[in-house]
């Protein structure tokens, strides 16, 4: 008996001809009759064929994040410059496939923005994010693929990487970084590891 793979190709996933084996998690829950069946014909662009090296993985070692309507009580208040929709492929736990879209806006690429050179005219700026408290983790493995892709850091608050298998929350807090020293960065927060924890 074949072993099911799958085939991870910067911003697609294939996994053999099924979905069935792939362990998604999302913050939306969708009872079993109200299911929508998605098909793809399984091809992918050229242009990006043409950047991508694929890399074959066992399906058991994937795991998608999926927060279809991130900012939700921002959302209700009429503040859709925040809203966004993440998606994100992990494999053996790293995050290795992000997309942030805000569809609010003509941009995809929010929390993690920040950080990021972005040309929208009223994105927010910073060098450094910190997140004290428990967050779940469909809230933040997008911008961590999209940070690492970019050379930029995302760790718990004592610098340990994020495992994305398991539960579904981050209980370490998180810093977030790019092009800075982030083991420098940690070693100067405070002990705020004990006030992350739910």
């Known amino acids: ?18 979905w069935a084996f792939q362990k998604i998690n999302s913050e939306e829950r969708v009872d079993t009759a109200d299911q929508e069946t998605v098909s793809w014909d399984r091809s992918i662009p050229e242009d990006i064929k043409q950047k991508i090296q694929p890399k074959e993985v066992p399906a058991e ?4 994040w999926i927060d279809p309507l991130d900012a939700t009580q921002e959302y209700t208040e009429d503040l859709r ?18 997309v942030i879209h805000k569809p609010f806006s003509s941009y ?19 060098d450094v994010y910190i997140h004290v408290t428990y967050i ?6 997008a911008g961590n693929a999209v940070l690492r892709a970019l ?4 760790t718990t608050l004592t610098g340990e990487e994020i495992s994305y298998t398991g539960s579904d929350g981050n209980e370490g807090g998180l810093i977030a970084s790019i092009n ?5 960065l940690i070693e ?5 590891e004990k006030t992350s924890h739910k």
Do not use: R
């Open 1 to 18: 008996m074949l072993e099911e793979k799958c085939f991870v190709c910067s911003g697609f996933l294939k996994a053999g001809n099924t």
């Open 61 to 64: 070692s994937v795991t998608v």
């Open 81 to 98: 410059q925040y809203v966004t929709t993440m998606v994100c492929v992990a494999v053996n736990g790293k995050p290795v496939i992000g």
């Open 108 to 126: 995809t690429g929010y929390k993690v923005l920040a950080l990021l050179d972005v040309a929208e005219k009223n994105q927010e700026e910073a």
């Open 136 to 141: 779940k983790k469909w809230d933040i493995c």
């Open 151 to 154: 050379g930029g850091h995302m």
């Open 180 to 184: 800075m020293n982030h083991k420098a």
């Open 188 to 192: 100067k927060l405070p002990d705020l």
